[in-house]
């Protein structure tokens, strides 16, 4: 008995590996990781220096761990063992908080501190209002819009004990809006609006971004403001009667359960809303032509936020040739995708520019080459003081 | 290479034990060798080097050593040689920053830092290399005439970069004449999977509460978070360094190697001095009988002994790292044990058992901060917040989270702590051949241990967090 215990250790042991570098080699290689949302590493490749400094066998070790036989497999067993066996809250990152709310886990000691965000935001401030400037020379607008986060939103929805980052996006938010204020620059505080409203359904419990409810709220402010303000002439923000809200039946995945494996469960679905009384468009992503606003058909299975316009892209143009209106550009990361097919409505030319893909003009000759009437810039709480991507406008440094 | 990386268990290790066992006998010290050289050079080859140059001396004085050895002056002076040379390549790679700073600071002088990249592994194999001559020299070993069997000696890739600290002596016979069989091989892989599943599962988890709460200035912690991070702390380099032993020793025994333990459950002891008959065993024996009781051990005059521990706990200190961190570090335990040696040992020993373990574990911990913190003055203010000196909060948040996140992991760092395993196994096997228990025991046995591998795999697979602290060393 106790030789067939040994046998079965040695074969199973041995099995193991030596079947899982035949297999790993045998198997077809991934560039990327859909669950993780990055690049795989790819094989190294030989180089003298890095050998000689041991990196070349270290890029082996991450080649090996990315491209592991049944990787994804492993990753998900883990990922269950942590959350039903060890009943962990905290898993790759994610916090399982309240009301099946998945949330971003904040490290109790934060890689940018307060003090050194605050310095950030006051070069950014200063920044919009060299852009606010440059716009006002010709009679343009700035609005900036900032957005809350989806963990800052539901930041009441976070377990006991768990670091909620309160004060760090609290007193951002005051020091942005003031000193706003103080430059003269438009402003519109999306958390202030929401949290006047009292409602807890505005972002997805799932993914990091707003759901409909919220980017039409947010739609809504930024028209509202925008045609209140100036004497553009553009019409107030559909009502809701004036659009067709339609909920995509598919199985909806977010950003945040996908990094946990979809085994959060959740019934959320992804919602939609086209006007009703249509106007005619051409509509070019990357200066090719892209005509639909949500791409409900690509996704077969299930659907993403990514629907909202594609996902991110560089470089987006609505035309709607009706040059009595004004021309619109957008500045912003993926927050702007869900408010853009309600926005361009109100325009003769919605522009939308990603500076973290978008790299042939810089804001100021982009708006030299276009001469929009409004310029909104998009930012999230948590990038008030993000200096890089969209802060940065493509200037170099 | 880590042991616990799946480079090292996918691709080194079968790789080797193919080799090893397809080309027969005559070959397998070769195949050792040049996988053990390869595993050393992984990490940065030009430090290969070094090693070698090590190998070359030291296998030069052995040979010399066995040729003077009926004279005993010049065998004496060929000994004194090969220590002179083997703690220059530790003095210039290790020590000569530390020494130029504390020239700068005493002379107030502003030489300019050597900035020399330390070897993985120097401490190790510069004392195996010692151990060589020495045990030559005393007649414990015979030498070798052929030079790959002392570079496999040294460089033989289970004990090489972590220990344990192999001396000569032990492994003499077997470079030649060492079995390999069945029950041995799968007595390693059971050993090599535990010492795994102590490293990936339990030092891992600890290490991560360690590195984070440490990460923070003692005056931004609860008296709560500072146990706590002096607790994962005592528990991550436990579990790291003796996890590693066990791995080596597995591995060892798959190639037909038996090497000596080197930690007996340390933190059941109950008294200072116990615990350092288990912790790191092979490092205390190697400076016990090489350097301790050449000075005269405890048979000399009271203050000559006094020196000798001493000297011994300071140099234990500087050994494992180039700072004052370190030699307090060891001279604090040097203190302890001369205190309880002539003064208090007897009296602990009437104490209540759970009271003598209190004892001894509270000094131990206190011990792992200096160990840990990066200056001595963190040491003092983070002890001072663990002991209610500096009227920080009792609790926090980040206490709380890492006692309810991660509460699994400490049970079971405490109960992997203790010898439960060890006595129930024993039990075990005082039951008859064929009973229901043994029959119980030899069906969960692969069961277990497959589980625990896999779980392994599992966690390395997802984490990217494997430091191991003694690769410092």
Redo the contacts between chains.
């Keep these: 008995?106790?030789k067939?215990?040994?046998?079965?250790?040695?074969i199973?042991?041995?099995g193991?590996?030596?079947t899982?570098?035949v297999l790993?080699l045998l198997k077809t290689k991934e560039d990327i990781s859909q669950f993780e949302n990055r690049e795989l590493a790819k094989m190294p490749e030989i180089d003298k220096e890095r050998?000689?400094?041991?990196e070349y066998?270290k890029d082996?070790?991450t080649y090996?761990?990315d491209h592991?036989y049944g990787?994804n497999g492993?990753?998900e067993?883990?990922t269950y063992?942590n959350m039903n066996v060890?009943?962990?809250?905290?898993i790759?990152d994610i916090v399982l908080g309240e009301r099946d709310t998945t949330l971003p886990y904040n490290?109790?000691?934060p890689e940018k501190t307060l003090s050194q965000n605050l310095e950030d935001i006051a070069e950014m401030s200063e920044r919009l209002e060299k852009l606010k400037n440059s716009l006002e020379s010709y009679g343009g607008e700035l609005y900036f819009a900032g957005i809350p986060v989806q963990q800052s939103f539901y930041r009441a929805r976070y377990p006991?004990?768990?670091?909620r980052n309160e004060e760090f996006l609290d007193k951002s938010g005051e020091r942005m809006f003031s000193l706003l204020d103080e430059k003269g620059i438009s402003s519109i505080d999306m958390g202030k609006v929401f949290a006047e409203e009292d409602r807890d359904d505005y972002y997805f419990k799932t993914d990091h971004h707003y759901n409909f409810e919220g980017s039409y709220r947010t739609y809504r402010e930024i028209i509202s403001r925008i045609s209140a303000d100036s004497q553009a002439g553009i019409r107030g923000p559909l009502e809701r009667e004036e659009l067709d809200i339609e909920t995509v039946p598919k199985e909806f995945r977010g950003s945040r359960n996908r990094q946990i494996y979809y085994m959060r469960p959740t019934d959320e679905k992804l919602q939609i809303g086209r006007p009703r009384e249509e106007v005619a468009y051409r509509k070019l992503t990357n200066g090719n032509p892209d005509p639909e606003m949500y791409k409900v058909g690509e996704q077969d299975k299930y659907v993403t936020y990514d629907i909202y316009m594609g996902g991110d892209m560089a470089e987006i143009e609505v035309h709607t040739d009706r040059p009595e209106l004004p021309n619109l550009l957008v500045v912003g990361d993926s927050f702007t995708n869900a408010v853009e097919p309600l926005l361009y409505y109100h325009f003769n030319e919605t522009r939308v520019l990603d500076y973290r893909y978008y790299s042939e003009m810089d804001i100021y000759e982009y708006v030299e080459k276009h001469r929009p009437d409004f310029v909104v810039y998009v930012r999230d709480n948590a990038n008030y003081g993000n200096l890089d991507g969209n802060g940065n406008f493509g200037l170099e440094n | 290479m880590l042991f616990s990386s799946l480079i090292f268990l996918f691709v080194f290790l079968p790789s080797v034990l193919v080799l090893y066992y397809a080309l027969g006998k005559k070959f397998r010290n070769i195949v050792l060798l040049g996988f053990s050289l390869f595993f050393y050079a992984y990490g940065g080859p030009k430090y290969l080097l070094v090693m070698l140059f090590s190998i070359a001396m030291n296998y030069v004085f052995g040979l010399m050593v066995e040729r003077f050895r009926e004279d005993h002056m010049s065998a004496k002076r060929v000994l004194t040689f090969s220590g002179i040379g083997n703690l220059t390549i530790i003095g210039y790679y290790k020590y000569t920053d530390f020494f130029i700073q504390n020239i700068n600071t005493v002379f107030r002088a502003e030489l300019p830092y050597a900035e020399i990249v330390m070897p993985i592994g120097i401490s190790f194999f510069t004392f195996q290399g010692m151990s060589y001559v020495i045990d030559i020299y005393r007649g414990h070993g015979k030498v070798q005439k052929n030079p790959l069997n002392v570079a496999l000696y040294i460089s033989l890739f289970p004990q090489l970069i972590a220990g344990p600290i192999v001396r000569y002596e032990t492994v003499a016979d077997q470079i030649e004449g060492r079995v390999e069989n069945f029950d041995k091989f799968v007595s390693g892989i059971s050993r090599f999977i535990v010492g795994l599943s102590k490293k990936v599962l339990l030092a891992n988890s600890m290490g991560l509460i360690a590195d984070e709460v440490f990460a923070n200035q003692p005056a931004d912690i609860s008296v709560l978070l500072s146990w706590i991070g002096a607790i994962a702390y005592t528990g991550q380099i436990y579990f790291d360094f003796s996890g590693y032993s066990d791995m080596a020793i597995g591995l060892g025994r798959m190639f037909g190697f038996e090497f000596l333990e080197n930690f007996n459950y340390p933190y059941i002891s109950k008294s200072v001095t116990e615990f350092w008959r288990r912790w790191h065993i092979s490092l205390s024996t190697w400076f016990r009988d090489y350097v301790y009781i050449p000075l005269g051990g405890n048979k000399v005059s009271k203050v000559k002994h006094l020196r000798n521990i001493f000297a011994v706990w300071m140099l234990t200190g500087l050994w494992h790292g180039a700072s004052w961190n370190f030699v307090s570090w060891g001279l604090y335990f040097g203190v302890i044990l001369v205190v309880e040696k002539f003064f208090i040992g007897e009296r602990i020993g009437k104490l209540w058992a759970p009271l003598r373990h209190i004892y001894t574990m509270t000094l131990v911990v206190v011990g792992w901060i200096m160990f840990r913190s990066e200056t001595l003055g963190y040491a003092g203010e983070y002890l001072a917040v663990m002991f209610g000196a500096s009227h920080q909060e009792l609790l926090s948040d980040q206490a709380m989270y890492y006692l309810t996140e991660y509460r699994m992991e400490f049970l079971l760092a405490i109960v992997a702590s203790t010898p439960i395993y060890r006595s129930i196994k024993e039990k075990l096997s005082t039951f008859q051949t064929g009973s229901w228990v043994e029959r119980v025991e030899a069906f969960a046995s692969p069961i277990v241990l497959s589980s625990m591998f896999l779980l392994c795999i599992m966690n390395l697979v997802n984490s990217t967090f494997n430091p191991f602290i003694y690769f410092r060393f």
């Design positions: 008995m106790k067939l215990s040994k046998l079965t250790t040695l199973v042991f041995l193991i590996i030596f899982v570098p790993t050998v000689l400094s041991g066998f082996w070790e090996m761990a592991i990787r492993w990753l067993k883990y063992m060890l009943e962990k809250q905290k790759n490290p109790y000691i006991e004990y768990f670091e």
